[in-house]
C-alpha cells in the first residue's frame, strides 16, 4: 500500500526523521493559508508547493515548484498545480490528476543525497541503500554506476547497528560537513529503521535527503509503501487509502476478496491462484499476439472463493468496454469445479452475457462442474487444455470482430 | 523413493480445530497421511476426527506422540509464532500453508531457521504443500491427480504445480515428490535446497521447475543445475506479460529490478541448460522430451 509524501513525512516526524516544516493543502486557498503560517514560523518567504500524487518524478513533470515572493506566488502556482494532470515517468502516458498539494518551507540545499530502506529478498534482510546521486532514479545508478550505491544489510535479531549507519555515513562524504552532520545521519538512520519495523513497511525512498546550509540532514522527499499482509495489525492505515490514486475496479475486487490488476488487452481472465492466473494471462498473448489478442486483466479468485464471489468476479470482468471474449481457467483443488461452473452460470444468467466465454475446468469435481455447464443452455464453450482454450480464446475474438 | 515424506511420515497440524486446518487434516487423512497429532492452544486433551489427540502447545505433542512434520493453518496473526513454536519443538519438517504472513515476521522467523542449520526444514508459507504421491499429502493439492512414479516437481505457485502435475499424469507420467514453495517474497526451502534433494534421490529421474516473476530464487537454481545436476530439468516462468510495478497475486510476484523479468529469467534457464516450456501447456512435453534422448 502507497502513501502520500506528506502522509509519510507525517510518520517520519513520528519517529524523529528530521523533515522540513509543511502542511497539506486541498484547495488555493489552504495553500496560500499554509504559506503565511510557514513564513511566520520559519521567518523566510520561500516555500515549496508540491503536487501529492503516489508517484516520483513529480519534479521534472512539473509538480514542485518554489515560491519566492510569499503567500500569493504560493496560491498561483497551487492554482496552476491542483486539478493539473502530471505526468511522470512513474505515472504512465496518461499522467494522475492532482488533488492534494503538500506546502513545504523551501530550504537552502547543500547536497542532495539518495536514502533507502527496504526488505531485500535475496538476502532475506532489511537492506539500508545509500547514493551520493541524489534526485537520480536509482535504478539508472545501479544500472550504470553501481560502486556509487553502498548496500548495508540489517540482521534482524541485532537491529540497525551504529557502525552500519556510520559506514553509510562516510561512504556519503558526510564527514566534509561536520562531526554533526554524521551523528545527525547516524541518529536519522536509527529512526528509520525503528518506523520500518513498527509499521510494517516494505520499503521507504527518501530521494533527496539533503544537507542543508547549516550541516542539518533532513528527508525532502517520502516515498513510504507499507507491506500489504501486515493491514490486520494497522487499522489506522485505512485513513491514508487515497480512493483517487488507485483503480476503482481493482478496490471493489479488494472489497469482494479478489485480487485483480487491470491490463490493456481484449480477453478478461478468470482464474484460480496467481501462478496459473499469470501463467492464463501468458499463454493468451502467446497464441494471440499476432492477431491482437491480448490479457485485458489479471484475475485470481483465489483458493476458497464461493460462487458469490465468481459472479462477482465475472461481473468485473463485463465491466470493461474492452472486453471481447472471457476465458475462465480453473485448476480445482481446494475449489472445485461445480462451484466455479454454477458461478459462471448464474453470473451469465444475471449479466446477460454479450461476449463469448471459453471454460477450461481441471481438478476436483470436474465432471459435475462439465456437466453443468452443458446442461445450461448457455453458449459456453469447453476448452480441454490451457492452448486450447487462448486458441479458442483467438478465434471467438476474431470471429467477434 | 521420494524427498523429504513418505509412508512414515508422522505429522502434527498447528491450527487442527480452525475450518482450514480441519478440513484439510480430514483430506490428507483420507489420503493416507499419517495425522498423529493436532496442537491448537486451549484445546488439549479433546480429540479430533474421534482419534487424533489435539495438544496445547507443541512440543507436548511431539513428546507425546513422536510427529517428525508439521503442517501449518495457523491465520497470519499466530503464523510466524507457530513456525517458531514449530522449530522449538524440533521436527524435522515444518510445511506452512498460511497465507499473508507479514514479511517482516518472515525476516525473523528465517532469521532463526538458518541457526538451526539443516536440522529442520521449511516449506513455505504461502504455498498448497508437498506430497509423495501414493504415500502422504501434506498440504492444499487436490491428491487424486498425482501418481506414483519418478519426476520431481518444485514450484512458487500452487495451481501452476497442479497444473503441471495434471499434465504429467495425463502422459501416464508419475511423480517422485512434489513441492510447492510458496509465493512469498522471504520463506523457507529455495528452489537449489529442494534440486539438490531430487538429485540426490535415485528414485527422481527428471525435475519440473516452475518460477515465476520478481526475485532472484530461479537463478540461484539454474546456477544450481549447471554446476551440479546431471538429471534432466525442463522449466517454466510465469508472468511474460506482468507490467513492472505491478503486484501479481503473489507479495513475491512483482518485478523489481532487470533480472527479474520473465524474459531475463527464461535466458538465464536456457543459458544454463533447462529446456524452458514455450507455453505453461508444455511442461510435461517439454521434460519427456529431454528424457527420451
Ligand atoms: N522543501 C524543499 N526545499 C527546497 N527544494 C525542494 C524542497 N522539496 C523539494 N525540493 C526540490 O525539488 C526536487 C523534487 O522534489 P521531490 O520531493 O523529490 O519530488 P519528486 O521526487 O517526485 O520529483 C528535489 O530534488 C529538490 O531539489
Ligand atoms: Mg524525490
Request: hydrophobic share 45%; charged share 20%; net charge neutral.
Amino acid at each position: 500500500m502507497k502513501i502520500h509524501e506528506y502522509q509519510g513525512k507525517q510518520v517520519f516526524a513520528r519517529y524523529g526523521v528530521p523533515i522540513p516544516k509543511g502542511y497539506p493543502a486541498f484547495t488555493v486557498a489552504e495553500a496560500g493559508a499554509a504559506a503565511t503560517k510557514l513564513a511566520a514560523e520559519t521567518g523566510s518567504s520561500v516555500v515549496v508547493v508540491k503536487a501529492q500524487i503516489h508517484a516520483g518524478g513529480r519534479g521534472k513533470g512539473g509538480g514542485v515548484k518554489v515560491a519566492k515572493g510569499g503567500a500569493k506566488e504560493a496560491e498561483e502556482l497551487a492554482t496552476r498545480i491542483l486539478g493539473m494532470q502530471l505526468v511522470t515517468h512513474q505515472t504512465g502516458p496518461a499522467g494522475q490528476k492532482v488533488k492534494r498539494l503538500y506546502i513545504e518551507q523551501g530550504l537552502e540545499i547543500e547536497r542532495e543525497l539518495y536514502l533507502a530502506a527496504l526488505v531485500d529478498r535475496d538476502s532475506r534482510r532489511i537492506a539500508f541503500m545509500a547514493s551520493t546521486e541524489g534526485g537520480m532514479e536509482i535504478e539508472k545508478v545501479a544500472a550504470e554506476t553501481p560502486e556509487k550505491i553502498l548496500t548495508v544489510f540489517v540482521d534482524p535479531i541485532v537491529g540497525l547497528s551504529p557502525f552500519q549507519s556510520r559506514q553509510l555515513a562516510y561512504s556519503l562524504g558526510l564527514e566534509k560537513h561536520g562531526k554533526e552532520t554524521v551523528a545527525g545521519f547516524a541518529k536519522l538512520c536509527a529512526s528509520l529503521y525503528e518506523m520500518f519495523v513498527k509499521e510494517d513497511c516494505s520499503m521507504v525512498e527518501i530521494n533527496p535527503l539533503i544537507v542543508t546550509k547549516q550541516g542539518g540532514v533532513m528527508a525532502l522527499d517520502a516515498k513510504v509503501t507499507f507491506d500489504d499482509n501486515a493491514e490486520f495489525r494497522h487499522p489506522e492505515w485505512a485513513a491514508l487509502v487515497d480512493e483517487a490514486e488507485e483503480d476503482a475496479v481493482e478496490l471493489e475486487a479488494k472489497a469482494a476478496g479478489l485480487n485483480y490488476v487491470s491490463l490493456d488487452g481484449n480477453v478478461g481472465c478468470l482464474v484460480n491462484g496467481a501462478g496459473l492466473a499469470m501463467a492464463t494471462m501468458d499463454i493468451i498473448k502467446h497464441v494471440g499476439e499476432k492477431h491482437g489478442v491480448a490479457p485485458a486483466n489479471f484475475l485470481d479468485v483465489g483458493g476458497g472463493a464461493n460462487e458469490e464471489q465468481v459472479t462477482k468476479a465475472f461481473s468485473m470482468i463485463l465491466k470493461s468496454p474492452k472486453v471481447r471474449a472471457i476465458f475462465v481457467n480453473i485448476f480445482g483443488g481446494i475449489m472445485k469445479c461445480d462451484v466455479i461452473a454454477n458461478g459462471v452460470v448464474a453470473a451469465a444468467k444475471n449479466l446477460g452475457l454479450k461476449v463469448p466465454v471459453i471454460v477450461r475446468l481441471e481438478g476436483t469435481n470436474v465432471e459435475l462442474g462439465r456437466k453443468i455447464l452443458n446442461d445450461s443452455g448457455l453458449r459456453i464453450e469447453a476448452a480441454t487444455t490451457m492452448f486450447d482454450g487462448a486458441s479458442k480464446i483467438v478465434k471467438a475474438v476474431g470471429g467477434a470482430q | 523413493m521420494s524427498i523429504l515424506v513418505n509412508k512414515s511420515t508422522r505429522i502434527v497440524v498447528q491450527g487442527i480445530t480452525g475450518s482450514a486446518g480441519s478440513f484439510h487434516a480430514k483430506q490428507c487423512m483420507e489420503y493416507g497421511s499419517q495425522i498423529v497429532a493436532g496442537s491448537t492452544p486451549g484445546r488439549g486433551g479433546t480429540m479430533f476426527e474421534g482419534k487424533v489427540p489435539v495438544f496445547n502447545t507443541l512440543s507436548h505433542a511431539v513428546r507425546e506422540t513422536n510427529a517428525n512434520t508439521s503442517m501449518i493453518f495457523v491465520p497470519p496473526p499466530g503464523a510466524a509464532d507457530a513456525i517458531l513454536e514449530a522449530f522449538d519443538a524440533g521436527v524435522a519438517l515444518v510445511v506452512c500453508i498460511t497465507e499473508g504472513i507479514p514479511v517482516s515476521d518472515m525476516l525473523r522467523v528465517r532469521r532463526v531457521l538458518d541457526t538451526l542449520k539443516g536440522k529442520t526444514r521449511l516449506i513455505g508459507p504461502n504455498c498448497p504443500g508437498i506430497i509423495t504421491p501414493g504415500e502422504c499429502k501434506i498440504g492444499i493439492m487436490p491428491g487424486h491427480i498425482h501418481k506414483t512414479g519418478n519426476i520431481g516437481v518444485v514450484s512458487r505457485s500452487g495451481t501452476l504445480t497442479y497444473e503441471a502435475v495434471g499434465q504429467l499424469t495425463s502422459l501416464g507420467v508419475g511423480q517422485s515428490t512434489c513441492i510447492g514453495i510458496g509465493g512469498d517474497p522471504v520463506a523457507g526451502m529455495d528452489f537449489v535446497d529442494v534440486l539438490e534433494l531430487f538429485q540426490a534421490d535415485p528414485n527422481t529421474h527428471g525435475v519440473i521447475m516452475i518460477g515465476e516473476i520478481g526475485g532472484g530464487a530461479e537463478a540461484r537454481g539454474a546456477d544450481y543445475i549447471k554446476a551440479h545436476m546431471t538429471k534432466p530439468v525442463a522449466g517454466f516462468i510465469a508472468g511474460a506479460t506482468a507490467p513492472a510495478g505491478k503486484r501479481m497475486g503473489h507479495a513475491g510476484a512483482i518485478i523489481s529490478g532487470g533480472g527479474d523479468t520473465a524474459a531475463a529469467k527464461i535466458k538465464k534457464l536456457e543459458s544454463c541448460g533447462i529446456r524452458v516450456a514455450p507455453t505453461p501447456s508444455d511442461m510435461a512435453s517439454t521434460l519427456m522430451a529431454m528424457m527420451k534422448k
